[in-house]
């Protein structure tokens, strides 16, 4: 008789498993990729410092890919997940976006002539508390928007609308720089050059309330009164000849413009300052202006709180502004120091804290 054992088939436990594993593990390791790839490719997986770990990607720039709906409904969007992806305190931010970029904008002179120039545009908004962020690219795609369009507050304040629906947001704030040429004609000669002027604007609303500022750096010389007249007094009793220390100067002009008021023109700020403060740096200059420019230095001798209560006297004549700051940096060529003062009116501007880098920023170059 015959006696047939059949086969057992057991199914191994974690031991056995784990006993198997070892022994795969120590032959990949001791294998070529050949010899794994030809057993099972997967097995290349016991091996974390294996090459053959390595995905096998495409390194063509696939060219003709279209994004449709559906792939772009399956992009992750991380910077506007839920509130448990935050990091740090679970707080509000008063100002979140971009700065700095750049772009074409046509803006009207008083003159009816239009001007196109290079426009450093600065856009944020409040994010509350409970947000992880922003679509930063949404404030720029809502500023491109209205970009071709002639500049006026008119036009920030429908590309401000767009970018605070866009990104359901309550407070916004939205800035332009550039730098405004005018032609300004010599003192004496009769040559004319350009000015150029740093001009910012800004738009700002904060709990449903909108606000127009504009900013102007107005650069000009200031002569020391008491070295003049210290000069003057070595001249008269000592017949020895001496001259009074002067400066290039910078006011940086803060503006509120009062709503439902006609415009103010750059160019109508500028022509404040200047008759605050006549000495303004020249562009074009020969012999005789050089000294007509010494001769107009001498006839307004300035110290740097004179300055300050001088340009406060122009703009509280305007009925166009409201409050405003004005900050004055004389940059001494007596001291290794510069000079500075600090006028505000009304409570935009008030600040108890100042920046520590802020008159740094007054520094013009040429």
């Not at 803006?107 to 947000?131: Q, Y």
């Not at 500049?151 to 407070?171: G, W």
């Not at 009062?258 to 200047?274: G, M, T, V, Y």
Request: charged share 25%.
């Amino acid at each position: 008789m015959n006696i047939h054992t059949p086969e057992i088939e057991e199914t191994p436990d974690d031991c056995a498993a784990k006993a198997a594993l070892d022994v795969l593990r120590a032959w990949a390791r001791g294998a070529s990729e050949a010899e794994i790839l030809a057993l099972d490719p997967s097995i290349a997986r016991l091996l974390p410092e294996s090459r053959l770990n390595y995905p096998s990607l495409s390194r063509d720039y696939p060219e003709n890919f279209e994004v449709d709906a559906a792939y772009k409904a399956s992009m992750p969007d991380l910077q506007n997940g839920p509130s448990s992806l935050i990091r740090g305190t679970q707080q509000q931010i008063q100002h979140v976006g971009i700065s700095n970029f750049r772009l074409p904008i046509r803006f009207h002179t008083r003159n009816a002539d239009d001007l196109t120039l290079e426009t450093s545009v600065t856009g944020t908004v409040s994010l509350e508390a409970d947000k992880k962020g922003i679509n930063m690219s949404r404030i720029m795609r809502s500023f491109y928007k209205h970009s071709e369009r002639t500049f006026s507050f008119e036009v920030i304040e429908s590309a401000l609308d767009d970018y605070m629906s866009d990104l359901d947001s309550l407070d916004a704030r939205l800035q332009m720089r550039f730098s405004f040429p005018m032609r300004v004609e010599s003192l004496r000669s009769g040559l004319e050059g350009y000015q150029y002027y740093d001009i910012a604007l800004e738009l700002i609303e904060t709990d449903g309330v909108r606000k127009k500022i504009m900013h102007l750096d107005y650069v000009y010389s200031s002569t020391c009164p008491c070295s003049l007249e210290l000069s003057e007094h070595a001249r008269a009793l000592r017949n020895q000849l001496a001259t009074p220390h002067s400066q290039r100067s910078v006011a940086r002009i803060s503006v509120e413009i009062e709503r439902d008021a006609e415009c103010l023109w750059f160019e109508d700020l500028i022509d404040a300052c200047r008759r605050a403060v006549p000495t303004e740096t020249q562009v074009m200059v020969k012999r005789e202006d050089e000294q007509a420019f010494a001769e107009l230095n001498a006839a307004n001798p300035i110290f740097v709180e004179d300055a300050a209560r001088l340009f406060c006297e122009q703009l509280k004549a305007d009925h166009r502004i409201g409050d405003f700051r004005i900050i004055a940096s004389h940059q001494e060529s007596l001291h290794s120091h510069d000079a500075v003062s600090i006028l505000t009116e009304g409570d935009m501007f008030t600040a108890q804290s100042l920046d520590p880098r802020l008159f740094g920023t007054l520094v013009h170059q040429g």
